[in-house]
């Protein structure tokens, strides 16, 4: 059966701030130690089901987040309700690229809702970049929320899908 809503979410940020293993935790439920290198752009969905009883499928759009791939986004970007864009709270320069990315989103997808989330949170004893110090940026690119989570312990993972969701639909 088809569903009743469909989001397409892009997933954006830099190489290796853990894209595609948060598309893997969300999908599947587990952590891949080593996924394998995005080359390009994959695609991914899940269907979940509300507590109005109405389906909802969700495709993510994960994005290589290598420079080299970049020119793809203009295109598959078109037609998105959302943007996650992630930087890893263990390395500030991730954090840095935000303004780049932000334009080319405003450029392309126009005003969709981008949720700034901070990964690898169970690596907090290497933390380079404050919560505080991201809520800033978030607030100054006038982005919809901020949170931390992480892909390998599933800490918050589940909650910020939902967020999404829950935004999306009130929206539509
Ligand atoms: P991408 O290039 O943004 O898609 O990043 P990947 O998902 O390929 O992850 C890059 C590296 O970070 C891999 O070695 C992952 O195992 C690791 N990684 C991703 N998420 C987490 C996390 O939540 N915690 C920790 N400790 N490592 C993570
Ligand atoms: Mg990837």
Known sequence: ??????????????????????????????????????????????????????????????????????????TYSKGSNAAFFLYDITSHKTLESLSVWIQIIRKNAGNIPIFLIGSKKDLVDHRQISFEEASQKADEFLLTNHTELSAKTGENVEESFQGLTELLMKKS
């Open 1 to 74: 059966m088809s569903p009743d809503f469909t989001f397409k979410l892009l997933m954006l940020g830099d190489a290796s701030v853990g894209k595609t293993s948060l598309t893997h935790r969300y999908i599947t439920g587990v952590f891949v130690d080593s996924p394998r290198l995005t080359i390009g752009v994959d695609f991914f969905s899940k269907k979940i089901r509300l507590d109005n009883n109405k389906s909802v499928k969700i495709q993510i759009w994960d994005f290589g987040g290598e420079e080299r791939f970049r020119f793809l986004l203009p």
